[in-house]
Antibody, heavy 119, light 111 residues
Framework: EVQLVESGGGLVQPGGSLRLSCAASGFTFSNHWMTWVRQAPGKGLEWVANIKEDGSDEYYVDSVRGRFTISRDNVKNSLYLQMNSLRAEDTAVFYC????????????WGQGTLVTVSS | QVVLTQSPSASASLGASVKLTCTLSSRHSGYAIAWHQQQPEKGPRYLMKVNSDGSHSKGDGIPDRFSGSSSGAERYLTISSLQSEDEADYYCQTWDTGIVVFGGGTKLTVL
């Protein structure tokens, strides 16, 4: 059974940093692009970042480029999102999801972790 | 940049059928999309990928009541024999080189 479990969310002050983790199981992690998607309170889904199977390529939405870094550890079957210079508008539930092989439709999702940026 | 447009809301009666629409920007009318369901207070769930020719491939465990189709720049999700648990937000999603885009979502109410 495919499982994605996010952790690391919490309350952080504006300008602060946070690192999210996503533990993957039930599939060959290194065969799939992976992604982070966020959802602000009461809003729709917003793609944040993608990373290639071997970690050699990354893509970001413009609003986080230069502040967020996606990474992965294929030995630990884990996906990460390092978030720096956090802003109030980054407050959201963050989901990790699996891409369908090398295609970018997301075929499994985690349950999400809440990040709140507030003083 | 590719844009996906969805109606904000839809409603249908218990046991009936409903067809949700996701419209691609005209320059991107040949793109495939994915449909995702988000029930209240839950994470999203992948339903299916719908190609421009109307073929679709469903995610694991998705009931036969859910189907996909296409016409031009429009991609559809049809849910038949509506059940109360189908009341949810439905998002379409597509992708291009270096970018992923979601539609604004359709809130489906089961009457």
């Amino acid at each position: 059974e495919v499982q994605l479990v996010e952790s690391g969310g919490g309350l952080v002050q504006p300008g602060g940093s946070l690192r999210l983790s996503c533990a993957a199981s039930g599939f060959t992690f290194s065969n799939h692009w992976m992604t982070w998607v966020r959802q602000a309170p009461g809003k729709g889904l917003e793609w944040v970042a993608n990373i290639k199977e071997d970690g050699s390529d990354e893509y970001y939405v413009d609003s986080v480029r230069g502040r967020f870094t996606i990474s992965r550890d294929n030995v630990k079957n884990s996906l990460y999102l390092q978030m720096n210079s956090l802003r109030a508008e980054d407050t959201a539930v963050f989901y990790c999801a699996r891409c369908h092989g090398s295609s970018w439709n997301f075929d499994y999702w985690g349950q999400g972790t809440l990040v709140t940026v507030s003083s | 940049q590719v844009v996906l447009t969805q109606s904000p809301s839809a409603s249908a009666s218990l046991g009936a059928s409903v067809k949700l629409t996701c419209t691609l920007s005209s320059r991107h009318s040949g793109y495939a999309i994915a449909w995702h369901q988000q029930q209240p207070e839950k994470g999203p769930r992948y339903l299916m990928k719908v190609n421009s020719d109307g073929s679709h491939s469903k995610g694991d465990g998705i009931p036969d009541r859910f189907s996909g189709s296409s016409s031009g720049a429009e991609r559809y999700l049809t849910i038949s024999s509506l059940q109360s648990e189908d009341e949810a937000d439905y998002y379409c999603q597509t992708w291009d080189t270096g970018i992923v885009v979601f539609g604004g979502g359709t809130k489906l109410t089961v009457l």
